[in-house]
């Protein structure tokens, strides 16, 4: 198994560019989340999914869009990019067990926004 | 106030030390504890979870105070191998979300 993938790895924008991130995952986990990580501030939840077809805003939705039409792909749109979206991005994704402990992680993307 | 704080950081231990994270957490109908481990410019990945009764897996030891709302990590007898940032993480059973301390760095020193 893959696990969770991210594509890009790094990416550079000019402000004012849209893009996409992708993410998918082959573990047939139904819960499906998308985290910026800033120095100091921690893991903070953009979006996220709990199926195909369901998804909601986390606590930093603002400027990001996202969908999720399979189990396995749920990728993170930037409608309009802003330097305060320089980050690094990950996607996590976990069963439906509400006792589970584990998040799986995928690498990451790294974003620069200038 | 941030839903979840930790020791800012970050820590120097030689090997051979034994070092102490602590984590406050701020909403009481949190459930599940845990510690995650993230690695230099890696994903993050879970350590361990957090049991009232605290708990042990080899040199890691948990401790959870509900009372006080104060989540703890020891490791004993620090490798080189153990250096990487420890993320507290805390969840509401009712919620479906995670919600992560900014982390605390520990570098373990040859």
């Known amino acids: 198994n893959a696990g969770v993938t991210q594509t890009p790895k790094f990416q550079v924008l000019k402000t004012g560019q849209s893009m996409t991130l992708q993410c998918a995952q082959d573990?047939?986990?139904?819960?499906m989340s998308w985290y910026r990580q800033d120095p100091g501030m921690g893991l903070r939840l953009i979006h996220y999914?709990?199926?195909?077809?369901?998804?909601d805003q986390g606590e930093v939705p603002n400027g990001y869009n996202v969908s999720r039409s399979t189990t396995e792909d749920f990728p993170l749109r930037l409608l309009s990019a802003a330097p305060s979206q320089t980050s690094v991005y990950f996607c996590a994704s976990r069963t439906r067990d509400r006792g589970s402990a584990e998040q799986y992680f995928g690498p990451g993307t790294r974003l620069t926004v200038t | 106030r941030k839903e979840v704080e930790q020791d800012p950081g970050p820590f120097n231990v030689p090997e051979g030390a034994t070092v102490a994270f602590n984590c406050t957490y701020s909403?009481?109908?949190?459930?599940?504890f845990f510690w995650y481990r993230q690695d230099c410019r890696k994903e993050p990945k879970l350590l361990m979870s957090?049991?009232?009764s605290g708990n042990e897996d080899g040199r890691f030891t948990a401790q959870l105070n509900r009372a006080s709302q104060y989540i703890s990590l020891l490791i004993r007898d620090s490798k080189l191998s153990d250096s990487a940032t420890y993320l507290c993480v805390v969840k509401n059973n009712y919620g479906q979300n995670f919600v992560f301390g900014p982390g605390t760095r520990l570098s373990v020193l040859p």
């Open positions: 999914s709990v199926g195909a077809g369901i998804t």
């Open positions: 957090v049991y009232s």
């Open positions: 909403n009481s109908a949190s459930q599940s």
């Open positions: 573990m047939n986990h139904e819960y």
